[in-house]
């Protein structure tokens, strides 16, 4: 069982930055693939970034590339994203996401991921 929470989010105006975390329970979060989805209102909620469990082989969905970074502290048992350059577009509740999966390619589908966070919103004024 893996239970997550996310922070970091709030409100900023176009161009502004943000970092959300998202802290796991759990003595075996090092397995565990992660990844940040999000959900706009009216919208499915789709998938952001995703990372493998050693951290390397970022993902990230083309309309983020460039402006954010997923990152992971496995001695923390946390993991980030990174938000620069933000557009009202990106206005969403995001989520992150665990997925055990000791190889080194993160999934990018929603039914990949097994456990879920409560998500935290994110706001981009223009």
């Known amino acids: 069982q893996v239970q997550l929470v996310e922070s970091g989010g709030g409100l900023v105006q176009a161009g502004g930055s943000l970092r959300l975390s998202c802290a796991a329970s759990g003595r075996t979060f090092s397995s565990y693939a992660m990844g940040w989805f999000r959900q706009a209102p009216g919208k499915e909620r789709e998938f952001v970034a995703a990372?493998?469990?050693?951290?390397?082989?970022?993902t990230y969905t083309d309309s983020v590339k460039g402006r954010f970074t997923i990152s992971r502290d496995n001695a923390k048992n946390t993991i980030y994203l990174q938000m620069n350059s933000l557009k009202p577009k990106d206005t969403a509740v995001y989520y992150c996401a665990a997925d055990y999966n000791p190889n080194d390619t993160p999934g990018r589908g929603r039914w990949e991921y097994d456990y879920w966070g409560q998500g935290t919103q994110v706001t981009v004024s223009s």
């Open positions: 990372i493998s469990w050693s951290g390397t082989n970022p």
